[in-house]
């Protein structure tokens, strides 16, 4: 079956400190993996998108990185900030129809 | 703001009230896409619409009617909802192109069934 699975569902961290979200899947054949931060009430907005190739990548203190041989994807957070406070979502495109499977999510909680 | 905007963003309706979402983009893409977003669960897709054409249904229920006029508005209409469909119903667009193609996400409506 074709997933995405996310962990942990929630986390609570301090702000400043740093945090990683984790992101498997068994989708096949592989195209993309995406990170969405979702803020509360309002619409995802990307901040990666990684191929196959592609093993790390930043957008200011987010930071992901993809292992396609194990098939797996984490966020990491540095600094946090109360800001951080969102949802993280992790979306794989596959197939040749690309089609794109979502992970639950992950719940941040910064806490000042 | 994304650029995808969407009205209403609230909506209180009743099982046999006949409504409409509307979803605009103004980013010049040329597909959109409606998905369903239930409390503690993944984003489910709906409907997408590329160059104005519907790809790919889903398997919805005939109670959600989309609609595509032009490349930048999209409607999902909605008839006799069930109170499941209670949810954020998000828009999306997208310029199709090759593998780094990003959805950018409107705000979103919250749709209660009473």
């Known amino acids: 079956k074709n997933q995405v699975e996310q962990s942990p569902q929630s986390l609570i961290i301090l702000e400043g400190k740093n945090c990683t979200l984790q992101c498997n899947y068994t989708v096949s054949p592989f195209s993309n993996l995406r990170w969405y931060k979702q803020d509360t009430g309002r619409g995802p907005v990307s901040l990666t998108i990684?191929?196959?190739?592609?093993n790390t990548k930043s957008n200011g203190r987010y930071t992901a990185t993809l292992d396609a041989d194990t098939k797996q994807s984490s966020l990491h957070i540095t600094a946090s900030q109360l800001s951080d406070s969102a949802s993280y979502i992790c979306?794989?495109?596959?197939?040749?129809?690309?089609?794109?499977?979502f992970g639950s999510g992950t719940q941040l909680t910064v806490l000042p | 703001e994304t650029g995808v905007t969407q009205t209403p963003r609230h909506l209180v309706m009743g099982m046999t009230n006949k409504k409409s979402l509307k979803c605009e983009q103004h980013?010049?893409?040329?597909?959109m896409y409606w998905y369903k977003q239930s409390a503690k669960k993944p984003l489910e897709l709906m409907f997408v619409?590329?160059?104005?054409?519907?790809?790919e249904n889903n398997s919805v229920p005939s109670r959600f009617s989309p609609e595509c006029p032009n490349s930048s508005h999209l409607f999902l209409h909605l008839h006799t909802l069930q109170p499941e469909d209670s949810a954020l119903y998000l828009c999306?667009?997208?310029?199709?192109?090759?593998?780094?193609?990003?959805?950018?996400f409107g705000p979103g409506t919250r749709l209660l069934v009473l």
């Open positions: 999306a667009s997208s310029q199709v192109a090759g593998v780094q193609e990003t959805q950018y």
């Open positions: 990684m191929t196959f190739s592609e």
């Open positions: 979306v794989v495109e596959w197939g040749s129809a690309r089609q794109l499977t």
């Open positions: 980013l010049g893409h040329n597909a």
């Open positions: 619409y590329s160059l104005e054409e519907r790809v």
